[in-house]
């Protein structure tokens, strides 16, 4: 009869040293006679790989790569079937992949896991951004179908530090989200948790001394272990037979596991394949592979046949602007995806006050024509190398002001895209109509400021040399906010430019001051919104300033705000006092009486760049 040999499984987000101390693990167990075998067990696409690829080309899927880790965001509706369709068919290919490697625990064989289903589970619930406390069947399956280890560990290290160790995910963010997800499994699972922050001795240790009640009663101790790996003739190993890598003895399994979320019984420690053996087993798993692969890939194909996504019911909607041609419906709680024929960064849209439709900027000289159904793509007669930064229709919707690198500006009338000569040469980020219709306020690299009256360009003098990525007029046209980098914030009249101090709220340092990139007016208060880089968030209303530094995750954690990622743009929801700001690594977060909370992040390593109201007309 087999014995199984013992399973150790080590989880943590990249970059909180599970890699150092299974090398560490291993070294142990060699010097106490015991051979190891170290198998890793994270998702990359193989059987499903076309299926990835015919997702990213459809726009249903957004991927992010690096030498270790491949990411694949899908974009269905949140309670979509096909979630669950992709969530069964990845899960089913981790448990094809992972059952071989786990094979010589049947010859008793020690083998250490660098990452196992506890990262599975949350690798695959990040993806889909849901909750661990109701499991969709995929995750339910890896629980049941793999063998629980005798001992797992999670390492746990700040979101910052495992960043700044291996930036593998695409930002601070998406480690703060899987932290709280381990968290939250772990417990449930039986994992127990270390602090990362220890020293790599010192976390070594503690794994050794947790692993003391499956060791023969006669092993070193690791303190002597550790001299002897600087002196190897200082101890003696302790006689214990090899017999395939050895068995380790007291192995005492963990027993039972907590019922996560009311949904998943108390499973198995061993491998439980019954009357049908370990071939007919892998033979079933790959025959529903294979199925599953077939039907979510008909899903698809029927899905890409509508053009626009029908829209979810909600009370507001919003467009959603960002890079690969991303164009999205929000309605607060569900990101619809459009299909683009572009596939250029998208970076400002703008309505026609008569909402008929949008235009919408990007680079490689992007314009394009939305009318909340039908995407249309503008011939601008401009070289691909100009990005269309801004966009801004006059009141009386006559004309549109497009601007970007170079100091470009083009105007539409409804019919035909002209470039206008406008003697500027710095790049403009921001153009903005007065209420009034009069002139145009626009903003630029190195200080730019300047004005267009209908007929020419003005610029104003300005004492700033730094970029000013945005401008923006009081509902009531009395003034503008001019925002950019190191907090700049500017108030114009119409005839003066007055500075507006920001610095206080970073210590008077305008080194660690934050790029504002955004400023929105509430039609409803007249309060400003302003965001940027690191998550800045302030207000400014009735002449005074203030700011808020922290945010509510999604498990209801209060965090530093810094750790959200650069904010790019904001809207208003109308008639409210709330926001919806977004940014970096598609992260939507809502804006309520100075309280953030996270949303949700849209689509992982893909940076939302502009957000305007979808009009209740379209919607």
């Not at 895209?417 to 690299?445: H, N, R, Y």
């Not at 400014?540 to 705000?561: A, C, P």
């Amino acid at each position: 009869m087999f014995k199984r040999g013992l399973l150790i499984a080590l989880s943590g987000v990249d970059g909180s040293g599970k890699s150092t101390q299974i090398r560490l693990l291993q070294k142990n167990f060699k010097d106490i006679g015991v051979g190891s075998l170290w198998i890793r067990c994270r998702w990359r696409p193989i059987a499903s790989f076309p299926l990835v690829i015919l997702l990213r080309g459809l726009g249903l899927a957004r991927v992010h790569v690096t030498r270790y880790v491949y990411i694949v965001e899908p974009l269905f509706q949140k309670n979509s079937a096909l979630i669950s369709l992709w969530c069964l068919v990845t899960q089913l290919e981790n448990i094809i992949k992972i059952v071989p490697k786990l094979i010589p625990l049947l010859f008793g064989k020690t083998v250490i896991a660098d990452r196992y289903v506890l990262d599975m589970l949350v690798d695959g619930t990040a993806s889909i951004h849901e909750s661990v406390a109701q499991p969709r069947l995929a995750f339910r399956l890896l629980l049941r179908l793999l063998p629980k280890p005798d001992k797992a560990f999670l390492i746990e290290v700040a979101p910052r530090v495992a960043f700044k160790r291996k930036p593998d995910l695409p930002g601070v963010s998406d480690y703060t989200e899987r932290l709280s997800l381990y968290r939250q499994v772990a417990g449930v699972l039986g994992v127990a948790t270390l602090n990362g922050s220890l020293s790599v001795e010192e976390l070594e240790q503690e794994i050794w001394d947790q692993l003391s009640d499956f060791l023969p009663k006669d092993v070193t101790p690791l303190k002597t272990s550790i001299s002897s790996r600087m002196n190897p003739r200082a101890a003696k190993r302790p006689e214990w037979p090899r017999i395939l890598g050895g068995r380790l003895r007291n192995r005492s399994p963990i027993s039972g596991m907590a019922n996560l979320g009311g949904r998943i019984k108390s499973l198995p420690h061993r491998f439980r394949v019954g009357r049908l053996g370990l071939r007919s087993a892998a033979a079933l798993l790959i025959i529903a592979m294979v199925f599953g692969t077939t039907i979510f890939s008909y899903a698809i194909y029927q899905t890409s046949l509508d053009r626009v996504p029908v829209l979810p019911k909600g009370p507001f909607h919003f467009v959603i602007i960002g890079d690969s041609g991303g164009l999205y419906v929000f309605d607060g709680v569900n990101l619809s995806p459009v299909n683009l024929p572009a596939s250029s960064d998208l970076i400002q849209a703008s309505w026609r006050h008569d909402r008929a439709y949008a235009l919408v900027t990007g680079s490689d000289g992007t314009l394009l024509k939305y009318d909340g159904r039908l995407v249309e793509n503008l011939p601008t007669g401009i070289s691909p190398s100009t990005s269309l930064y801004a966009v801004s229709w006059k009141p009386d919707d006559s004309q549109a002001l497009i601007a970007g690198s170079g100091g470009a500006v083009l105007t539409y009338d409804g019919k035909a895209v002209k470039q206008i000569a406008t003697g500027i040469s710095e790049t403009i980020f921001s153009i903005k109509w007065k209420p009034d219709g009069t002139i145009a306020l626009l903003s630029g690299a190195n200080g730019l400021i300047a004005k267009y009256d209908g007929n020419s360009f003005t610029t104003i003098y300005s004492p700033i040399s730094v970029s000013l990525y945005d401008v923006e007029w009081h509902p009531s046209g009395s003034y503008a906010l001019i925002g950019g980098l190191s907090a700049t914030l500017l108030k114009y009249d119409g005839r003066i430019l007055t500075p507006i101090y920001t610095l206080g709220f970073f210590g008077n340092n305008p080194e660690d001051a934050h790029g504002i990139r955004d400023i929105s007016f509430s039609s409803t208060t007249g309060a400003a919104l302003i965001t940027g880089n690191k998550g800045l968030t302030m207000l400014y209303d009735k002449g005074k300033l203030s700011r808020t530094e922290l945010f509510t995750d999604l498990t209801g954690n209060i965090v530093d705000l810094h750790l959200i990622g650069d904010f790019y743009a904001a809207a208003w929801v109308e008639g409210t006092q709330t926001a919806f700001a977004i940014g970096e690594n598609g992260t939507i977060a809502r804006v309520s009486n100075m309280a953030v909370t996270f949303v949700r992040q849209g689509v992982h390593g893909v940076g939302f760049k502009g957000i305007i109201d979808f009009p209740a007309t379209q919607a």
